[in-house]
């Protein structure tokens, strides 16, 4: 059998992640997004071309991403009229493009063109969200079974021994994380990410009180990032989920060059929670608020919460 778009008889290109273990090819791949690209994913000023004969319009770059993710090599681009780029793969002596067939007959040159990098992609937030759509519902449909937010939270109290403080402390932090990050319109994998990032976030407590005799931030940060590795290890966890959670705990006290909605989010969750307990004076709040605050909803939160609606 074969098929219509550019390389899909180019060699032998391999699965490379873990996250599906189904031996796919690029050919097995496409077949899999057909019944995923749809309108949603497809570029927003492309959208009026979209169609179900015409699925691939639109769908290139976050496609191109998506296929490195799962055979590893390069993404390139190739310059369209307008000055965007069509993104297309190579691996090794491999090129394949999954999304070649919206150009019908034009004849594409895959020779000598720019690489393209996914920071740079994902700098449009419209862009970054279509992609995780796209990654999240290949996993839901292909993936191995995830660990659940729920059993992390059931593993996390049950390595507490019984510390009713920290339990309480994450559980408060999860809820107003959850309660945030879907208030503020995150996307269904950037909130698993928070939420899981809001449950592990203290996981250096215990160690640190041992170890230093306090839960200094600092110590937290330096010392989260390896037993967050740890607490994971044999479990099925989305690898780039891992490492921004790793990511996160490691900077949860850092509040200086926030990038990421799932990191301010954390940040604001955890002083809502902590202002609590710890007694903050209106002082300190009113500062963190003029200094960390960003998300509506968090400001919100800490104004009516804490300072009377004010």
């Known amino acids: 059998?074969?098929?219509g778009f550019y390389g899909w008889d180019h060699g032998d290109v391999r699965e490379v992640t873990d996250e599906y273990r189904r031996g796919w090819t690029p050919c097995e791949?496409?077949?899999?997004l057909m019944d995923i690209w749809c309108e949603y994913t497809?570029?927003?000023?492309l959208r009026g071309q979209w169609s179900r004969e015409n699925r691939t319009v639109g769908q290139c770059s976050i496609t191109a991403f998506l296929a490195q993710d799962i055979f590893g090599g390069r993404v390139y681009g190739i310059l369209r009229p307008g000055g965007n780029y069509h993104c297309y793969n190579v691996v090794g002596d491999c090129v394949f493009d999954l999304t070649s067939e919206q150009f019908g007959d034009e004849v594409l040159d895959y020779e000598g063109n720019p690489e393209q990098f996914r920071e740079v992609h994902f700098a449009k937030e419209?862009?970054?969200q279509r992609y995780q759509f796209l990654k999240g519902e290949l996993e839901r449909r292909f993936g191995r079974r995830m660990m659940s937010v729920s059993g992390i939270m059931k593993k996390m109290i049950l390595g507490t021994e019984g510390n009713i403080q920290d339990i309480n402390h994450f559980l408060k932090v999860h809820s107003y994380a959850k309660l945030i990050g879907e208030c503020e319109g995150l996307c269904a994998r950037e909130l698993r990410t928070l939420e899981i990032g809001a449950i592990v976030h203290d996981i250096a407590c215990p160690l640190c009180r041992e170890k230093y005799g306090n839960t200094n931030g600092r110590r937290q940060e330096e010392e989260g990032m390896t037993l967050v590795r740890r607490f994971f290890e044999g479990e099925n966890l989305e690898r780039d989920i891992l490492e921004r959670v790793v990511f996160l705990v490691g900077h949860h006290h850092t509040l200086t060059d926030i990038q990421g909605m799932d990191y301010q989010i954390?940040?604001?969750a955890?002083?809502?929670v902590n202002a609590g307990e710890g007694h903050y004076s209106e002082e300190n709040i009113r500062g963190m608020l003029s200094k960390a605050f960003r998300t509506r909803t968090g400001k919100e939160l800490l104004e009516g919460i804490y300072l009377g609606g004010k």
Not at 29 to 32: K, P, Q, R, T
Not at 42 to 45: H, K, N, T, V
């Open 270 to 272: 955890d002083y809502l």
């Open 126 to 128: 419209e862009k970054r």
């Open 266 to 268: 954390l940040v604001e």
């Open 1 to 3: 059998m074969g098929y």
């Open 29 to 32: 791949l496409y077949d899999a």
């Open 42 to 45: 497809c570029a927003p000023r």
